[in-house]
């Protein structure tokens, strides 16, 4: 109880600070340590970016970044790519970097493909998955079976799933919810709407009426009582997008070590709020904004 009570006291002081005193310090950084990757998404632009100059963080490089970051005020660290676990340089691996992170801040995660063991010392582990075996491997070059095996062994606290909804999966979501319940460390999914970078990746998002459905039905497992760590608040939000997004609490950190605030697309493709589906910024504002849903989706999956 202690140690939850010392994990919270920073969140408690940023609220203190961003509602009371004025400041503007940010809450999450995206990492992105690398561009390579094992796997060829079609969903993913970041893939084909991989022989671009400075693709790949060096550890210089990075523990700089981490540096500026907790200077800024940085509460949440989430190491991205590419696919991070890939991540080295010299005699370091990722597990090093996410040592050092979490020695600079309260929460430190990962977001992987899952293809690689999930033995990493990271607060939180997020594993992307996009549907039934025949879906996923259509979508994300065949990897479903590597990634099953590695979610059956894993005996991480505080495992997720992550699932992208696109066009081709938006019906499997409940399907992959049950299959889950085989999964010992499995601790609840997050969900995101697929957004159209414009880089080369396919034409998966769903819009209008699709999108609308989409979302109601995931509202609706929630409220059966299914693990979708999502609020209902934000994802309903999102079905018009009118949520009002502070994107100031956010911070992105690419492989060539540039840091920039706002925008998860800002540096990284085209900005289109009309087609956002980034539901951790949503679900972010709102928790600024107080709404007790996006409140306790964040104590929920960083704190509880």
Sequence with gaps: MASRQKRLLPFIAFFLRRKLLGQKPPLLASFKLTYRCNLACRACPFHRRAGEAGAHMSWDTAVTA???????GVLIVVF?????????DGPYGPGDLITAARALFPRVAVTTNGTRPLDVPADILWVSIDGLPATHDRLRSRSFAQVWENLRSSRHGRLYVHFT??????????PLLEKLSEIKAFQGMTVQLFYPYGQGEEPLAINGEARRET???VIGMKREGLPILNSAGRLRAMI?????????ILVNVDPDGTVTRGCYVKNRGRIDCRSCGFSPVAEASGALDLRPGSLWAGWSIFLK
Aim: hydrophobic share 35%; net charge negative; proline share 3%.
């Design 66 to 72: 981490l540096a500026a970051l907790r200077r800024q």
């Design 80 to 88: 991205e790519g590419g696919e991070p676990l890939l991540w080295r």
């Design 165 to 174: 909804i696109n066009r081709e999966n938006r019906l499997e979501i409940r």
């Design 215 to 217: 979302l109601e039905a």
């Design 240 to 248: 018009a997008n009118d949520w009002r997004c502070h994107d100031d």
